[in-house]
T-cell receptor, first 114, second 112 residues
Framework: AQSVTQLDSHVSVSEGTPVLLRCNYS??????LFWYVQHPNKGLQLLLK??????LVKGINGFEAEFKKSETSFHLTKPSAHMSDAAEYFC????????????FGKGTRLSVIA | DAGVIQSPRHEVTEMGQEVTLRCKPI?????LFWYRQTMMRGLELLIY????????DSGMPEDRFSAKMPNASFSTLKIQPSEPRDSAVYFC??????????FGPGTRLTVL
């Protein structure tokens, strides 16, 4: 069985300050992990993915995430928040081998204050 | 590629009417997924197909919901009869190799 827990339902940061969105996962198998972003009234866009290669993954718009197996975590970070980063972020897990459906976290809403 | 295409983008209908949502996956992708998103329940997987065959429909809420994939480039999600509680944003997504899943823009359904 697989699951993800996004530890914060809402995170608020000031523009120009670092962003940290926390995600812990549980997986019986070697996992693939993803972060998706959803801007208001838009679809979901893939930010980045981890599929058993490098543990530090770089994505679009300056975001990155680090896979830490010992901590079962896959936190999303960005050094400096921009107003356009305000959105809902979903941490997602699936089985690395085979083709099982994605398992989504409940999402973290990121607010960026000017 | 144009990405996953969904139509219509918005649908407003009255309770009891039949609603058909359409999806064109990315060419070459062999998995297709239908999701529903609401404020209360978040993102829910309704059904998914592999090579046009339904694999798991356990997320379909009731018999009023049905989905088909007659060929590799087209899928429909039908609600009949529709009810106000079906109001939501319905997303279609497709997946190929490597296992990146791409979402369509969604159909916002309002049932009055």
């Amino acid at each position: 069985a697989q699951s993800v827990t996004q530890l914060d339902s809402h995170v608020s940061v000031s523009e120009g300050t670092p962003v940290l969105l926390r995600c812990n996962y549980s997986s019986s198998y070697s996992p693939s992990l993803f972060w998706y972003v959803q801007h208001p009234n838009k679809g979901l866009q893939l930010l980045l993915k981890y599929t058993s290669a490098a543990t530090l993954v770089k994505g679009i718009n300056g975001f990155e995430a680090e896979f830490k197996k010992s901590e079962t975590s896959f936190h999303l970070t960005k050094p400096s928040a921009h107003m356009s980063d305000a959105a809902e972020y979903f941490c997602v897990v699936t089985q690395n081998s085979g083709n099982t459906p994605l398992v989504f976290g409940k999402g973290t809403r990121l607010s960026v204050i000017a | 590629d144009a990405g996953v295409i969904q139509s219509p983008r918005h649908e407003v209908t009255e309770m009891g009417q039949e609603v058909t949502l359409r999806c064109k996956p990315i060419s070459g992708h062999d998995y297709l997924f239908w999701y529903r998103q609401t404020m209360m329940r978040g993102l829910e997987l309704l059904i998914y197909f592999n090579n046009n065959v339904p694999i798991d429909d356990s997320g379909m809420p009731e018999d009023r919901f049905s989905a088909k994939m007659p060929n590799a480039s087209f899928s429909t999600l039908k609600i009949q009869p529709s009810e106000p509680r079906d109001s939501a944003v319905y997303f279609c997504a497709s997946r190929g190799d490597p296992r990146e899943q791409f979402f369509g823009p969604g159909t916002r359904l309002t049932v009055l």
